[in-house]
């Protein structure tokens, strides 16, 4: 059974950081990508997000763009996103999920099968 667990969120000053991270389990997939989406209340699903495991590619929202990092251990099936000078804007429940093989549309949750129950960031102005 494919597992995802996210962990790392809490209440953020802005400017302030936080460290997202999701450990899978329970897939054995040669090339997948994982991804992190956030949604904040009465608006939709975005994506954040994305690596490829195989190559290492990586992808992102612009409005995230410099401010947040992700990044994998492979050894460890975790995936980390580094999330630095926090706005309020970026309040959403945070959640990782994993397809394989990864999608064209890397950052389009609607390509990925699998979703982990998700983390609160709170970030306060």
């Known amino acids: 059974e494919v597992q995802l667990v996210e962990s790392g969120g809490g209440l953020v000053q802005a400017g302030g950081s936080l460290r997202l991270s999701c450990a899978g389990s329970?897939?054995?997939?040669?090339?997948?990508?994982i991804g992190w989406f956030r949604q904040a209340p009465g608006k939709e699903r975005e994506g954040i997000s994305s690596?490829?495991?195989?190559?290492?590619?990586?992808d992102y929202r612009t409005s995230v763009k410099g401010r947040f990092t992700i990044s994998a251990d492979n050894a460890k099936n975790t995936v980390t996103l580094q999330m630095n000078n926090l706005k309020p804007e970026d309040t959403a429940v945070y959640y990782c999920?994993?397809?394989?093989?990864?999608?064209?549309?890397?950052?389009?949750?609607?390509?990925?099968?699998?979703w982990g129950q998700g983390t609160q960031v709170t970030v306060s102005s």
């Open positions: 999920a994993v397809v394989t093989p990864p999608p064209r549309r890397r950052l389009d949750p609607y390509e990925y099968d699998y």
């Open positions: 329970g897939f054995f997939f040669d090339d997948y990508a």
């Open positions: 690596i490829s495991i195989s190559d290492g590619r990586t």
